[in-house]
């Protein structure tokens, strides 16, 4: 077969040098290493999922239930290093920007194909590491996914392996990040101005800079634990003569970016969304654009309001609570320019959309709750409670993880060729919505009556709120779990879809094959009009028309 017949191949059924599963773990093409991140991460997000709801099973009542408090502690830790270094960080980017960032800016691949496959590798590597601390002397890590010093130098458990894992994990962010920034640099389509560039590649652009600046300060943060750990050199720990808040310190001037890292991606899927199923011109492109340097800038620079009680001076903490108002400017730009698009449009109230809203509402109580910790005064009430879970849960996973559904739900034909059960996917869509604000609104109540995080046990005047969360998780889970399900049968079983643009968008990936071809074009595209330009009514009547 010739070269130019493997381009018109679909990216699904093209034999390169390998056959079989080789012809996939091998492989350099972008859409191939996307699909693997995929399923890499549902496995892990799925034990994430488990060890949550174990969590809220021993809470459900005071005193032991299922588990004892080592036990407990140990499944905490594996559920916030699972979630955050291997679902909610990764997630869009390697999945999704992975899968269409070349496509959108019309390139045939990412800059460096060889790059991209050995940060799947390292993220499984990183992955297994982390599980396979279960299984060995002295159990998983206890610390929490924080590390926090001096415990995490003291405890007997298996720590250093959690910390090599998130070290390995981050060097795949690290070369996620440097391959996206080149790819948009270097690769764009002829034509493909800055400005005319799909808003979601301005959230992973984005995202790609706070990879490649942030995240080494975390990796030699963790290797300084773990060197502390061996040679007792009295880095952090004051009984050595260290300086825990210094840990404090970088921990954090990673791990707030990292929050933007996660919920960039997300705001670029919603700005890609809206403008399709409201049939209208997305209100005010260049300040979405523009919001989402300033959240990575801006976002880059509040670190300390998570440190508020560790100490600081009266001039520190003024300056970092006004900073952290200033970080909501932009987010809440992109939240009224996604609120005036829908304004008057012609909506079409499919399952991707509805993940969208149910993203808006949740983010914007995260996004509410977290300016009430710049507050000072909140900040000292609140801090290390409920009320700092509910505020993380909803701007993660009420924000990032329905981010990544409605991802999951608009791209699903175009990436597999086969379209879900849209009724099934509807009422799913309504069992996860309820169970997670059944599950985390709870814990702004008990939180801001004084509920401690973390605890393992609790006052019996806490129990109500804990029992109306653990059904809401009992709620949640399910459904979470249903979804995979229907989507995993779909991906085999669904309903064979080639039309190009089965939902009316604009952007190139909708101007391609279902699914895409090999190397994406049999010719690289000529861009002209900025994206999501729905200029008449006559395309509104055509495509529904054509529904």
């Given at each position: ?78 559920h916030g290093v699972i ?95 440097l391959n996206f920034i ?96 409201a049939r209208r011109t ?266």
């Amino acid at each position: 077969m010739s070269n130019q017949n493997h381009n018109e191949v679909s990216y699904l059924e093209y034999q390169g040098k390998y056959k079989g599963i080789l012809s996939w773990i091998l492989s350099t093409d972008h859409k191939r290493i996307g699909i693997l991140y995929l399923i890499s991460l549902m496995i892990f997000l799925i034990v994430g999922i488990t060890f949550g709801l174990l969590m809220r099973l021993e809470l459900l009542t005071p005193g032991k239930t299922i588990m004892d408090p080592q036990t407990y502690n140990a499944i905490f830790t594996l559920h916030g290093v699972i979630m955050i270094f291997l679902f909610v960080v990764p997630g869009l980017p390697a999945v999704f920007g992975n899968f269409f960032l070349p496509i959108l800016i019309g390139a045939k691949d990412v800059a460096f194909p060889k790059w991209n496959l050995t940060s799947w590798y390292l993220y499984v590597i990183g992955g297994l590491l982390a599980i396979i601390s279960i299984l060995l002397p002295g159990g998983p890590s206890d610390t929490g996914w924080t590390f926090y010093i001096p415990y995490s130098v003291r405890t007997g458990t298996n720590v250093t392996f959690a910390l090599f894992a998130a070290f390995i994990l981050g060097f795949s962010s690290i070369l996620t990040g440097l391959n996206f920034i080149t790819t948009v640099h270097r690769l764009r389509a002829p034509g493909m101005t800055w400005f005319k560039m799909p808003l979601s590649i301005w959230s992973f652009y984005s995202t790609a800079w706070i990879q490649i600046l942030a995240t080494p300060i975390i990796g030699i943060t963790l290797l300084l634990v773990a060197f502390e750990r061996f040679f007792k050199v009295g880095l952090f720990d004051p009984a050595l003569g260290g300086d825990p808040v210094l840990y404090q310190h970088l921990f954090w001037i990673y791990s707030h970016p990292a929050v933007y890292i996660m919920i960039l991606p997300a705001m670029g899927v919603v700005s890609e969304i809206i403008p399709v199923f409201a049939r209208r011109t997305i209100f005010g492109y260049n300040f979405i654009a523009m919001s989402s340097v300033a959240i990575a800038l801006f976002g880059s620079l509040v670190w300390a309001h998570h440190m508020f009680t560790a100490g600081m001076s009266n001039t520190s903490q003024l300056i970092f609570s006004l900073l952290t108002m200033i970080v909501a400017i932009p987010s809440a730009i992109k939240v009224f320019n996604w609120v005036a698009t829908l304004y008057k449009g012609s909506i079409d109230l499919q399952v991707p959309l509805l993940y969208v809203l149910a993203f808006i509402f949740q983010f914007t109580i995260g996004g509410l709750t977290g300016v009430m910790q710049g507050v000072l005064s909140i900040d000292i009430h609140v801090h290390d409670t409920s009320f700092i879970v509910a505020h993380f849960h909803y701007v993660m996973f009420g924000g990032t993880g329905f981010g990544f559904f409605a991802a999951l739900h608009y791209w699903f034909p175009k990436m597999f060729g086969r379209m879900y059960n849209k009724k099934l996917a509807e009422r799913t869509f309504w069992g996860v919505f309820v169970g997670f604000n059944v599950l985390y609104f709870p814990m702004f109540i008990m939180g801001w009556l004084g509920m401690p995080r973390r605890y393992y046990d609790y006052l019996a005047e806490y129990q109500i709120y804990h029992v109306i969360s653990t059904i809401g998780s009992w709620i949640l889970v399910p459904s979470v779990f249903l979804m995979f399900g229907y989507l995993v049968y779909s991906a085999f079983k669904g309903v064979v879809v080639t039309e190009k643009n089965i939902w009316g968008g604009e952007t190139l990936e909708w101007q391609i094959d279902t699914p895409p071809i090999h190397e994406n074009f049999t010719e690289i595209p000529a861009v002209t009009e900025k994206p999501y330009e729905y200029k008449s009514n006559d395309l509104i009547t055509q495509f529904s028309e054509a529904k």
